[in-house]
């Protein structure tokens, strides 16, 4: 059965650089959420997406911003980098609006080290 | 100096073993509560959930007890295989129809053959 693919796997940005993180949910699924885990941490939602609509908004940093494309993947853009985001960024997606658990599954997820 | 959050609760058990993780958890309107594995440099991988109108769930070789009262989660593992050892967390839903989960501290489970 086809997963969340997100890609890259693994990342290394120098502090003040940007990424973009890539997130492909399952297919039909319309919900995105990203969370954030740091080392030895437990995830942290940062922001959730419905039908290309902001849905919800966690403790994700102004620096950051996120949508959701037609395809109903979404991208993580993270500026002016500091070594504290170094982190898994994880993307899970779902089907039905944030409405319901069903499907609920993540992504093997982004390793991104800020030197 | 130690970093809060470097070291998870641990629990060790021997293979074929029952396991009994818990958790605490602080938000009494939640509606879901979940129970998640995750192995090394991977996604939390679904185990079981459970509504909160329910106090207990099974499934296979897992048990999810729910003690509103307290705000306490439970996941019990039957026969504890080397294939379990992981990282465990409890997690709900902040209730209203929302569906953006807090998780609770981990506790890594290690299995001892």
């Known amino acids: 059965a086809a997963g969340v693919i997100q890609s890259p796997r693994h990342l290394i940005k120098e502090k003040r650089e940007t990424a973009t993180l890539k997130c492909y949910p399952i297919?039909?699924?319309?919900?995105v959420y990203w969370y954030q885990q740091g080392p030895g941490q437990d995830p942290q939602f940062l922001i959730s997406?419905?039908?290309?609509?902001?849905?919800d908004k966690g403790s994700i940093p102004d620096r950051f911003s996120a949508q959701q494309f037609s395809d109903y993947h979404s991208e993580l853009n993270m500026s002016s980098l500091e070594l504290g985001d170094s982190a898994l960024y994880f993307c899970?997606?779902?089907?039905?609006?944030?409405?319901?658990?069903?499907?609920?599954?993540f992504g093997s997820g982004t390793r991104l080290t800020v030197v | 100096g130690e970093s809060v959050g470097l070291h998870l609760p641990t629990l060790s058990v021997q293979e074929g073993d029952n396991s009994i993780i818990n958790c605490a958890y602080s938000?009494?309107?939640?509606?879901?509560f979940i129970w998640y594995k995750q192995e090394s440099g991977k996604g939390p991988q679904f185990i079981i959930d459970?509504?909160?109108?329910?106090d207990k769930r099974q499934g296979q070789r897992v048990t999810v007890l729910l003690n509103k009262t307290v705000k306490h989660l439970s996941l019990q593992i039957a026969a504890t295989q080397p294939g379990d050892s992981a990282v465990y967390f409890c997690?709900?839903?902040?209730?209203?129809?929302?569906?953006?989960?807090?998780f609770g501290k981990g506790t890594k489970l290690s299995v001892i053959p």
């Open positions: 899970a997606s779902s089907k039905g609006g944030g409405q319901t658990l069903y499907g609920y599954t």
């Open positions: 297919p039909r699924h319309d919900t």
């Open positions: 997406f419905y039908e290309k609509m902001q849905s």
């Open positions: 938000n009494s309107a939640s509606d879901y």
């Open positions: 459970i509504r909160s109108n329910m």
């Open positions: 997690a709900q839903t902040p209730g209203a129809g929302s569906y953006q989960l807090t």
